[in-house]
């Protein structure tokens, strides 16, 4: 395969090599386990059965997921399944304990997977509500050949500013990209999210955005953009940056203070984003994952303080 999965299009024969996201041919996933930590109508009660996939297309400098997402040893005790027999099992085994919902993390550099990782289910009598949870470098593409098999779309959409897209995560052009994908995921799904009678979502987008510290100028302007595609949107901003190792540049060596958080989020407000959460400022001490652990994250801890 001539890789083209994402929008960096690198065209590598992954039967032979890896790409610029380090993944070969063969899905391969660190681990899958019950997750309380995403938002409440994709987690519920009981959890998201998260499928953390191994790598990732942006590389982002800061990832707190970077054990995994850089992975260059294709012999790693943190790849426990590969191919898309031992993901399916592993995913019917893990949904006896969650909420019918699956979470694909990190998903786009294996979304030529996906469908078959449904339909693999689909075989066994299940059939989870879907949940692409992905960094918004995505390509219309990519995006238009998952729509039959994706529910509800859960994109980050980190930047506007190009040189802290390319200084960050090796994307200038991010802002351009996760703002066209997002346009089809909208397409694709609107703006509503429709619930259950448990209050479990099964059709929609949730938009993510984490603040960075010593960047609100750039959250401003996600939010700006969000707004003016629909005010509608279900938002989740994220407070929970924590620095994952030392040396990182600007001011990604410290956590978000207080001020900076009450100017995005008076902003989120003011705009007119009314549907979403926002996640309470303590969040930076939680949610920081072990995926030397299969069960990665802790439990019962909740992501965020609702809008609504």
């Not at 031992?86 to 786009?108: C, D, M, S, W, Y």
């Not at 990519?142 to 039959?148: E, G």
């Not at 779309?153 to 991010?174: E, G």
């Not at 410290?254 to 003011?270: C, G, I, N, S």
Request: charged share 20%; proline share 6%.
């Amino acid at each position: 395969m001539k890789c083209e999965l994402c929008p960096k299009a690198c065209k590598a024969d992954r039967a032979v090599t890896v790409g610029f996201c380090g993944a070969s041919a063969e899905p391969e996933v660190s681990t899958i386990c019950v997750h309380q930590g995403e938002e409440p109508p994709i987690c519920g009660k009981k959890g998201i059965c998260n499928v953390f996939f191994a790598h990732c297309n942006l590389q982002c400098i800061y990832c707190q997921n970077g054990d995994i997402s850089t992975l260059s040893d294709p012999t790693s005790a943190l790849i426990r399944y590969r191919g898309v027999d031992a993901i399916v099992e592993g995913i019917a085994q893990t949904l006896k304990r969650t909420e019918n919902i699956v979470g694909f993390v990190t998903p786009t550099h294996y979304a030529n997977h996906i469908p078959a990782i449904v339909e693999g289910l689909h075989q066994r009598g299940l059939s989870p509500i879907t949940v692409y949870n992905t960094g918004g470098y995505e390509s219309i593409n990519t995006l238009q050949m998952l729509a039959p098999y994706i529910d509800i779309y859960l994109p980050d959409f980190k930047y506007m500013d190009p040189q802290l897209a390319l200084r960050y995560s090796h994307a200038q052009d991010y802002p351009t990209v996760a703002l066209k994908a997002l346009k089809e995921m909208y397409n694709q799904k609107g703006s509503a999210l429709p619930t259950d009678d448990d209050g479990l979502a099964y059709r929609g987008i949730i938009v993510r955005h984490l603040v960075l510290p010593g960047q609100v100028e750039n959250s401003l302007a996600v939010l700006d953009e969000i707004a003016d595609l629909s005010p509608n949107l279900h938002v989740a901003l994220m407070a929970q940056y924590f620095p994952p190792t030392e040396g990182l540049p600007d001011q990604l060596g410290r956590t978000l203070t207080e001020e900076e958080y009450a100017r995005v989020t008076d902003h989120f407000y003011a705009i007119g984003l009314h549907r979403g959460w926002v996640q309470e400022l303590s969040a930076q001490q939680s949610f920081r994952p072990d995926f030397t652990q299969q069960q990665a994250f802790e439990m019962n801890v909740g992501l965020t303080q609702s809008t609504n």
